[in-house]
Nanobody, 115 residues
Framework: QVQLVESGGGLVQPGGSLRLSCAAS????????MGWYRQAPGKERELVAS???????NYAGSVKGRFTISRDNAKSTVYLRMNSLNPEDTAVYYC?????????WGKGTLVTVSS
C-alpha cells in the first residue's frame, strides 16, 4: 500500500503564493509519476501538474507559468509551488501517485484564494 499525506493548504489573498507538499510512504517503487489534482465545488477533479521520477513535467494550461511542480526522490516528496493565485484556483488539492497504472490518492488539502 501507498500512503500520501498533503500539507500546505490554507487561505491566501489574490496574487499571493502557497507551497503544497506531499509525502509518500509505504510500498513505493523508484519509477512512478506523482502529481497534483484539484476539485473545485461543483466541478470535476482535474489534473494540475505531474512529474515523473525522471523529472519530466506536465501542467494544465490554466496554471502554466504560475505553478511549479518538483520532487525530492530521496524523500519521496512532491511539491507544488503556486504563484499569482486567483479565486479560480480555490479548490481541494489532491496528491496523486501512479504505480503500475494504479492511482493512489491523498485526502486533500483545501486552498482558498479570497480577499
Amino acid at each position: 500500500q501507498v500512503q500520501l499525506v498533503e500539507s500546505g493548504g490554507g487561505l491566501v489573498q489574490p496574487g499571493g503564493s502557497l507551497r503544497l507538499s506531499c509525502a509518500a510512504s509505504g510500498s513505493i517503487i523508484s519509477t512512478n509519476v506523482m502529481g497534483w489534482y484539484r476539485q473545485a465545488p461543483g466541478k470535476e477533479r482535474e489534473l494540475v501538474a505531474s512529474i515523473t521520477s525522471g523529472g519530466s513535467t506536465n501542467y494544465a494550461g490554466s496554471v502554466k507559468g504560475r505553478f511549479t511542480i518538483s520532487r525530492d526522490n530521496a524523500k519521496s516528496t512532491v511539491y507544488l509551488r503556486m504563484n499569482s493565485l486567483n479565486p479560480e484556483d480555490t479548490a481541494v488539492y489532491y496528491c496523486n501517485l501512479k504505480k503500475y497504472a494504479v492511482d493512489y490518492w491523498g485526502k486533500g488539502t483545501l486552498v482558498t484564494v479570497s480577499s
